[in-house]
């Protein structure tokens, strides 16, 4: 696609439910990352793919946060039994590496999550 | 931890002035973002500059660079109504493309 594509846009959804939150990155991006923002704050790193590898998993806030990339593209951010503080924008972006060295990230408009 | 503090938190200008923010951060990089976020959603790539640079401009926007002191500037010349918005700074240190932002600068140019 033309960007970087998340969905679903919004998500509103009961505490204690799982949630999936998708991220298609622009073709041929190597690296991939999630992030996450609260109202009014900053990005909080999660995690980040170079390929389907994650070299990184040392944002993810908890274990009922887990991430998987496959075919070197879509990605999928899972959080399992929703807790109210989980609730946030989660964006996504990806990026080429080229020769080794990093570029400019291409976010999505991000996923908002309610937790009720 | 990486993470970058711009400062100010808030800044607000009037329409042809021109804004400054800063970014410090506490490792040493291989390159230092720039990005602007409206509405809270998206954020846009303004300009990326190396560990071995300066100075870069494009269009309205100077960026510097100061290694020594792990800091970096933004200025937006002539400001325009349409510069509102959050402006930060993204770091990445040397053996990893995990880019850590900082906390951000709202800026609010009135018309």
């Known amino acids: 696609g033309a960007g970087v594509s998340q969905s679903p846009s919004n998500k509103v959804t009961e505490k204690g439910k799982d949630v999936e939150l998708r991220c298609d990155p622009i073709?041929?991006?190597?690296?991939l990352y999630w992030y996450r923002q609260s109202l009014g704050q900053g990005l909080e790193f999660l995690i980040y793919?170079?390929?389907?590898?994650?070299?990184?998993k040392s944002g993810l806030p908890s274990d009922r946060f887990s991430a998987e990339r496959t075919g070197g593209s879509v990605s999928t951010l899972t959080i399992q039994r929703t807790q109210q503080e989980d609730s946030a924008v989660y964006l996504c972006?990806?990026?080429?590496?080229?020769?080794?060295?990093?570029?400019?990230?291409?976010f999505g408009e991000g996923s908002r999550l309610t937790v009720l | 931890s990486q993470q970058g503090e711009e400062d100010p938190q808030a800044l607000s200008i009037q329409e042809g002035e021109n804004a400054t923010m800063n970014c410090s951060y506490k490792?040493?990089?291989?390159?230092l973002q720039w990005y602007r976020q409206n509405s809270g959603r998206g954020l846009v790539h303004l300009i990326l500059?190396?560990?071995?640079?300066r100075e870069k401009h494009s269009g309205r926007l100077r960026v510097t660079l100061d290694t020594s002191k792990k800091s970096s500037s933004l200025l937006i010349t002539a400001s325009r109504a349409a510069d509102t918005a959050s402006y930060f700074c993204a770091t990445d240190a040397p053996g990893t493309y995990k880019y850590i932002f900082g906390t951000g600068t709202r800026l609010k140019v009135l018309a």
């Open positions: 490792t040493s990089i291989n390159n």
């Open positions: 500059i190396r560990s071995n640079e």
């Open positions: 793919f170079q390929g389907n590898s994650a070299p990184d």
């Open positions: 972006a990806s990026s080429f590496l080229r020769e080794g060295r990093g570029g400019e990230l291409f």
């Open positions: 073709s041929g991006h190597t690296a």
